[in-house]
Structure formats: structure tokens, C-alpha cells
T-cell receptor, first 112, second 113 residues
Framework: DSGVTQTPKHLITATGQRVTLRCSPR?????VYWYQQSLDQGLQFLIQ???????AKGNILERFSAQQFPDLHSELNLSSLELGDSALYFC???????????FGQGTRLTVV | DQQVKQNSPSLSVQEGRISILNCDYT??????FLWYKKYPAEGPTFLIS?????DKNEDGRFTVFLNKSAKHLSLHIVPSQPGDSAVYFC????????????FGKGTKLSVIP
């Protein structure tokens, strides 16, 4: 158990809908990272938050957004969903500095 | 444009033998490299890392070698055990402490008893 909790584990939704994925980082970790793993692209970095503020953006679509709340949990919002958004979405957290990041078990999103 | 490449999608090795997983990268800005292991239905788990100032890092049965001039790294597992069967991801980042990782597509290792 990495200490990073992601909910829900599975999500099935229709095209055009909006979903919210939730991540609770390890206790004390200030940084949260979101990654998308699709079949053809592998694991891709989406966005990073550090202590409530956006720190870095990767290949995140404009239809996607994220935030980190004062209690440090984070949410990834995916809207106007398309079939191609079906993927595993991972959250990772780290305390910063030269420490490794720990990954959650992921949320498997299926868009039908 | 894939900046981190793992050209072997799969690898089968006999238990007790050495497993060698390879990874190539193209971005000269990458300064810190990591290997993650992933079992089905679980998130990636950190295995071992190496900074560009080193050419080798060892942790028990796992050793990572870095050849900066060739932009190549490899993970050696000796001896291989059936529990090592998993997908192994190579990842790179411009600096230690930054987890904006660029991942390869993974190599599925099967260790045969």
C-alpha cells in the first residue's frame, strides 16, 4: 500500500459527460501529480500541484482541469468526454526535494 | 515524439538467470532516471534510480547502468525470481526531486520457474 488513495477505482460514463477523479496523497506529501496511461501512449504526465498551487503542466487537454484543496487532496475534472479519454488515471504524491513519488492504484475510466 | 523508448515490449527469462531491461532516451535535458515496476491492478512502484553523475547504482538484486554518451540505461535483475514478473517502466526527468516524469511504454518481464 503506497498510502496514496484514489477514488473511484472504476468509472464508466458516456461521451459528452463530465467526471471527477479524486486523490488523497500520502500524509505530509505536498506535491500531487496526475498521469494518464492509455494503451497507445503509455504513462503521460498531465499536471502537478504543490501545496495548493499549480506547479507544472504536461500534456493535459483543455477539457481537463485539476485542483488541490487546503487539505491537500486533489481532484482531476474531465469534461466533454470522448472515447479516446478512456484510460487509467494515476495520481502520485511526494514530499518534494529528492524524494520519490508514490503512486495510487489508479482510476480506470471507460467512456462508452 | 517518444523521448524515452523501451524497444522490447516483452522479455522472458528463466528463474535464477539475469534479466536485462533496456531503455533509450533522446532528450539531453534528462538528468535523473528511474525504474518503476507495475503489477496488474496496481500503481507503479518505485524500484531504483540513478543520477546522471553516476554510471551505476545497485540495490540488492537490482542494478541500473547509465551510459550518458549513448543515452542508454539498463536494469539488471540478478537472480531473477518469479515474483519479479511485472511490467517495468523506465522514466526520466530533468532533475531529481521533479516527478514530471517522462515514461517509456514498458517492458513486460516474465520469469519462468
Amino acid at each position: 500500500d503506497s498510502g496514496v488513495t484514489q477514488t473511484p477505482k472504476h468509472l464508466i460514463t458516456a461521451t459528452g459527460q463530465r467526471v471527477t477523479l479524486r486523490c488523497s496523497p500520502r500524509s505530509g506529501d505536498l506535491s500531487v501529480y496526475w498521469y494518464q496511461q492509455s494503451l497507445d501512449q503509455g504513462l503521460q504526465f498531465l499536471i502537478q500541484y504543490y501545496n495548493g498551487e499549480e506547479r507544472a503542466k504536461g500534456n493535459i487537454l483543455e477539457r481537463f482541469s485539476a485542483q488541490q484543496f487546503p487539505d491537500l487532496h486533489s481532484e482531476l475534472n474531465l469534461s466533454s468526454l470522448e472515447l479516446g479519454d478512456s484510460a487509467l488515471y494515476f495520481c502520485a504524491s511526494s514530499s518534494g526535494g529528492n524524494t520519490e513519488a508514490f503512486f495510487g492504484q489508479g482510476t480506470r475510466l471507460t467512456v462508452v | 515524439d517518444q523521448q524515452v523508448k523501451q524497444n522490447s515490449p516483452s522479455l522472458s527469462v528463466q528463474e535464477g538467470r539475469i534479466s536485462i531491461l533496456n531503455c533509450d532516451y533522446t532528450n539531453s535535458m534528462f538528468d535523473y532516471f528511474l525504474w518503476y515496476k507495475k503489477y496488474p491492478a496496481e500503481g507503479p512502484t518505485f524500484l531504483i534510480s540513478i543520477s546522471s553523475i553516476k554510471d551505476k547504482n545497485e540495490d540488492g538484486r537490482f542494478t541500473v547502468f547509465l551510459n550518458k554518451s549513448a543515452k542508454h540505461l539498463s536494469l539488471h535483475i540478478v537472480p531473477s525470481q518469479p515474483g519479479d514478473s511485472a511490467v517495468y517502466f523506465c522514466a526520466a526527468t530533468p532533475g531529481a526531486g521533479s516527478y514530471q516524469l517522462t515514461f517509456g511504454k514498458g517492458t513486460k518481464l516474465s520469469v519462468i520457474p
